[in-house]
């Protein structure tokens, strides 16, 4: 059954960036940049590692596995604009998606016919209409919402998202770009129940994957039958 | 040897708790109360069963086994005002620590000698001092730094802290009080980098221990050989 994922490198304080880049250039030397390239180190290291082995067929590196796992797993893309013209000049002439891949935008624009199997079709009626679009196309398998964190955001917020796979990396960034940041509008009391459905850890990355099961409210619960001893040690 | 931990309940968007709730009364009905009943709910529920099979020496369940060798760990404590008067009143004539502990306050306070082997001291001159003073009495075990969350990050932003754990529950609140917040100050292009030690994940929540190694500064790296290509799928 197709399912909608998200997965997404994140900081210890989760962000999966530094703090926004404004302006036409110089986005490589600015600290979103580096906090970026920080965060999603584990994936480069990897692929560098593939690179000078030659690839496919080498040692089998976990974080590698990974990588691979979830490019095969999605059958289409559901992606943010600013994520999409960013990637438009380095992908080239073959982007690594080799899958349709939806746009939502607000500027409508031609679809976009990439080699490998890649085209991007940009959305202007909203995410909901995105995500429907990939999941006419995907041949069975998932669509996947690439990024960027806001668009992951709506799509959680919208409940559309089935699973979500966070790649923590052991480092606090302090600022940046938050993928869950207080932008997700929750009512009070209610919150959206995740159950944890697998967890691999390597020493440069924890891989934890949820399934979102959806909004829930928060009730007072007993604090272990009325007493309210031991356990407030816990946090606050 | 004496090391500085610090352990936190926290959801998937790093709350520990619902939106600050003011004011003298109403805290238990607040939203600030829902959302640190949730985050905390693995360790109530296991402190339940534990009440309710007469522990010790019961099922050796990971979440228990987990919370008793934290507490066994700590030799003393350092903690926040809020969270010294918040437990002040429910933690009653024998508090759950059997340890001395150090609290940073604005307030002078004589001391509050407690039974079991607790005592409240309240300390004027700044966290470091605090945890100095705790670190003098823990014989042998370590200092815990128990809450809230503001002392946390004082205490990781000081460079005074060697070991974090992060109970991570599978839920999303967002809003409310988060532990690795943006007055977590860190220059540009500066993070923290830890290394992850121990994950022991549970249907209920996902433990995570990072050793804290200090402040870093963040460098381009050469993206895996120079190419900007597949990787920057990734995230954005």
Known sequence: MTKVTAQMSVSLDGYYAGPRHDGDDGWMESAEAAGFFRVTRWA?????????????????????????????AAGAYVMGRRMAEGGEVPWGDEPPFHAPVFVVTHRPRAVLERQ???SFTFVTDGVESAVEQARAVTGGKNVAVAGGGSLVRQVLEAGLLDELELHIAPVVLGSGLRLLDDNL???????IELTPTRVVHTPGVTHVRYSVNGRAALVLDDRGSGGSGPATVWTE
């Open 185 to 191: 509008r929750l009512p009070d009391k209610q919150a």
């Open 44 to 72: 480069i290291d990897t692929m560098g590692w593939r690179e000078r082995q030659g690839f496919e067929g080498g040692e089998p590196d976990v974080n590698s596995e990974i990588i691979t796992e979830t490019f095969e």
């Open 116 to 118: 490998g199997g890649t």
